[in-house]
């Protein structure tokens, strides 16, 4: 036979092959629900039939059918055993149940490519080709260990979930409506199609799970999976030396399996910062000799979408120490390897890896190889852009699904006829469950979108309007303190209330760059903790701290360095939006070096004449230290910058109660006010005594600083005490009669409208109102501009109305000429009752 009548008889076969499946396939169809989704394939028959998913589909049945003969040109190479064998081993059942997860990850993507094309589907990253990977879930604890998987790593949740005694038409079901974007998706409500599992809530779980356990939610963002997953392992040891210390907590089980956080990649990913930070972070915590039982899996395809990685996972952890010995006494990270198409391989160096980690609280590292993506990376993905012909036909050849059913039929765990029996079985309940899912309610309401954001707010005892005026205690006259002295007593406060509060930052043991942890290191040992300098492990942590059941206060030492851990800042503020609240990551962040810098004075002895000083006052700052820029405020953060210590303590107090419920609260420090004692001259005005033990205030509650004048003053931070300064001298310059005639507001509340702010200016007293913004003029730096468009749209704002802000520039070393000042702001307001 020649080539041409070779290539004829070929396609003739396969237009066999498919003809049969085309009838087969509407057969199936007329026992569906005849449904939206059941009519569409019907009217797009010709386009699936061409899909290579289903093609691939179509072989593989045959395959089977056929008791394991195949026509393909690329046969199925059966497993071969290492010669030493393996250490563990799985039961035939076992080998069943995996054979389940990988055939139903298969049918899983096949009808997700079917559904996009139909316009019913919205998720077509594929898993297909890292099937086998399922085993993966064999070694780990279901009860006790934490898992973040990779997009491509399905079928190793399907196999966790059917170990926590699902059936597995649920669990099909529910990643069916993933992919078509169903209200009822138990993991995002119908948000995204994302990995991971809703709540346990059975028995057993309830009676065994460690807190923190369970599969974790994992965003389309590169590698972020990994900081967090860090941190829930460092996490785990301290809730364990919390609960030791708890003997008459009745509810906690001595016996329960140590717990391991385990975390999977793909390979393109160890280029990511957010892996190579989280992966630095777990080597320096062993080096260390801090616990951190954390395993890294990563699967290694070749490509990440098109750009080729030629073996670079490989080169790159060899590189990293795999010696070690037998006590566990080493350095660096335990590297394993695998075969990934090996459902034993996978399994017996997996569990290697868990069990290493697990006995020596450690971190370690399994490479799973030999893996061919298949179908591309997406249904978008133009793989003939960057693939020839030949190796797209081959990749889509190499069937890991039939590798496992060879490899499992050896082993005398299954037959071909029941393993063709059981993927028709299998098949038909994942096209029965798209059906069902795509007749299921979508998101349709904005409300919707709205309210899930965040955890709802927990109501405070309203605070009586008095309180908000500097007053002395009553029964003690305390002394007063600046600002910064009450946030340490607050934070010590907290502390000393809930155990579960930790406070995490980088040179915070030794009391931080402001002193604000001055000593507490010493009286809450283990709870404060030094991070190396990476704002993004940093912000992981913290987030994996709170998924385990701690409370983390996080210090960012300044605010310019919120930047470096934007992306995790981000990913932190849309759990509870993503998993429709199901993980929210309650926590406080204290952004510190905002604003401008306080002065310092320093004295230097003369050495040549020993009874003279030279006394020498600087600006402490420079743009890098002293930022005034609050660009990062999205959705599902609390944002608040308080103006003097009475009203942190109130709001710190407040915003432990919202974090304790899942809220994550940001408080910008201005450093500028830390320290400060006077307001005008030597009156000690700013200095404060340290409120009553049940005086709490709400983000949205204002302080007034006058209530009859006709004009009014909006800030908030340090731009209260510049506005002061500027009345005071408003009223001395006789532009104003007396201070009286100009009220003053500070609406700490930045990342919302405050309801204090909206009561005020909706009375209608005020006919000038001046907004005074500490941050920079322009979109994207200051947070006073939305508060003005939100009046504007509820008609309370005055037709007189003016907004001054620090210029959109950088701000020099040793110089303040750039923050916002007292001549902007009574410039601006002469400005504006000229009008």
């Known amino acids: ?453 965040s955890k709802q707010m927990v109501s405070v005892p309203q605070l009586p309007s008095d309180k908000l005026r500097p007053v002395l205690n009553n029964n003690q006259r305390e002394k007063k303190e600046v600002m910064r002295k009450h946030m340490t007593r607050v934070i010590s406060e907290v502390m000393e209330v809930d155990p579960k509060i930790v406070y995490i930052g980088e040179d915070v043991e030794h009391g931080g760059y402001y002193l604000v942890t001055d000593e507490l290191a010493d009286k809450f040992k283990g709870r404060v903790i030094d991070f190396p300098p990476d704002e993004t492990t940093l912000l992981g942590a913290a987030m994996g701290f709170s998924q385990v059941g701690l409370l983390p206060i996080v210090e960012i030492p300044y605010a310019k360095y919120l930047d470096c851990a934007a992306d995790m800042f981000y990913e932190l503020s849309l759990s509870n939006w993503l998993t429709n609240g199901q993980c929210p990551n309650g926590m406080i962040i204290r952004v510190q070096g905002f604003d401008r810098g306080s002065k310092s004075i320093f004295c230097i002895m003369n050495y040549f004449f020993l009874s003279s000083l030279l006394i020498t006052i600087l600006v402490f700052g420079g743009n890098f230290h002293t930022h005034n820029m609050i660009s990062h405020i999205p959705p599902g953060v609390d944002v608040v910058c308080y103006s003097n210590g009475e009203d942190y303590v109130r709001g710190f107090r407040n915003a432990i109660t919202q974090a304790r419920d899942g809220r994550v609260v940001v408080f910008i420090d201005s450093t500028n006010l830390l320290n400060l004692r006077h307001l005008h001259e030597k009156d000690r005005g700013w200095e404060t005594t340290y409120p009553l033990a049940n005086e709490l205030i709400s983000f949205h509650d204002v302080r007034r600083f006058g209530h009859s004048g006709k004009a009014l003053i909006v800030t908030y931070g340090n731009g209260v005490v510049t506005a002061l300064r500027a009345r005071r001298a408003l009223a001395e310059q006789k532009v104003i009669n007396s201070e009286s005639e100009l009220d003053i507001i500070d609406s700490p509340y930045l990342s919302n409208f405050s309801n204090g702010l909206r009561e005020a200016v909706a009375s209608g007293r005020y006919e000038h109102v001046l907004f005074c913004d500490v941050c920079k003029e322009g979109p994207g730096s200051n947070v006073l501009s939305s508060t003005i468009m939100s009046l504007k749209k509820q008609c309370i704002l005055p037709t007189k109305w003016d907004f001054v802000a620090a210029p959109r520039t950088y701000n020099p070393l040793g110089n303040t000429i750039t923050f916002l000042s007292e001549e902007d702001i009574i410039r601006a307001y002469t400005n504006l009752i000229s009008m």
């Open 1 to 453: 036979m020649n080539r041409i009548q070779s290539t004829a008889f070929t396609v003739q076969k396969c237009c066999e092959r498919i003809g049969k499946h085309r009838h087969r396939y509407r057969a199936s169809s007329s026992t569906a629900s005849n449904g939206v989704l059941d009519r569409l394939r019907q009217q797009n028959e010709n386009d699936i039939v061409a899909l290579p998913e289903f093609k691939a589909r179509t072989k593989l049945s045959e395959f089977l059918a056929n008791g394991g003969a195949t026509t393909s040109k690329n046969s199925i190479v059966p497993i071969i055993p290492p010669s030493n064998g393996f250490k563990h081993m799985l039961t035939p059942a076992q080998m069943r149940l995996t054979l389940d997860a990988a055939m139903a990850t298969f049918h899983l993507h096949v009808e997700s490519r079917i559904a996009a094309l139909c316009g019913q589907g919205f998720y077509t990253i594929g898993p297909c080709g890292e099937e086998m990977l399922a085993s993966i879930g064999w070694a780990l604890d279901p009860y006790s260990d934490a898992v973040a998987l990779h997009y491509r790593h399905l079928s190793v949740s399907i196999l966790r979930q059917l170990r926590l005694g699902r059936k597995l038409e649920e669990v099909i079901l529910d990643r069916a409506r993933g992919h078509v974007v169903s209200k009822l998706d138990p993991v995002t409500g119908g948000v995204h199609c994302a990995i991971g599992s809703a709540k346990l809530t059975n028995d057993e779980h309830d009676r065994t799970h460690v807190t923190g356990s369970g599969d974790y939610i994992v965003t389309s963002t590169l590698a972020s999976q990994c900081p967090p997953a860090v941190g829930r392992a460092l996490g785990f040891s301290m809730v364990e030396a919390l609960r030791s210390c708890d003997d008459d907590d009745d509810d906690i089980d001595r016996n329960t399996t140590r717990p391991i956080s385990f975390v999977t990649i793909g390979d393109g990913s160890v280029h990511n910062a957010h892996f190579l930070s989280a992966f630095n972070l777990a080597r320096h915590a062993r080096f260390r000799r801090k616990k951190c039982p954390v395993v890294f899996g990563v699967s290694d395809n070749g490509l990440s979408i098109s750009y080729a990685t030629d073996g670079y996972a490989d080169y790159l952890f060899s590189q990293c120490s795999d010696q070690h010995s037998k006590g566990g006494s080493f350095n660096d990270v335990r590297i394993f390897k695998a075969n990934g198409c090996d459902m034993m391989d996978v399994y017996d160096k997996t569990l290697q890896a868990s069990s290493y980690s697990r006995k020596y609280s450690a971190p370690s590292l399994i490479l799973y190889k030999e893996l061919t993506r298949r179908f591309g990376h997406a249904a978008t993905d133009r793989q003939h852009a960057y693939l020839d012909a030949d190796e797209i036909a081959s990749m889509a050849e190499s069937d890991v699904v039939a590798i496992g059913i060879v490899q499992t039929v050896n082993w005398n765990a299954i037959t071909y006829g029941e393993a063709h029996a059981r993927f028709e079985e299998i098949g038909d309940m994942v096209k029965h469950s798209f059906n069902i899912a795509a007749e299921e309610p979508k998101i349709t309401s904005r409300d919707e979108m709205l309210d899930r954001v």
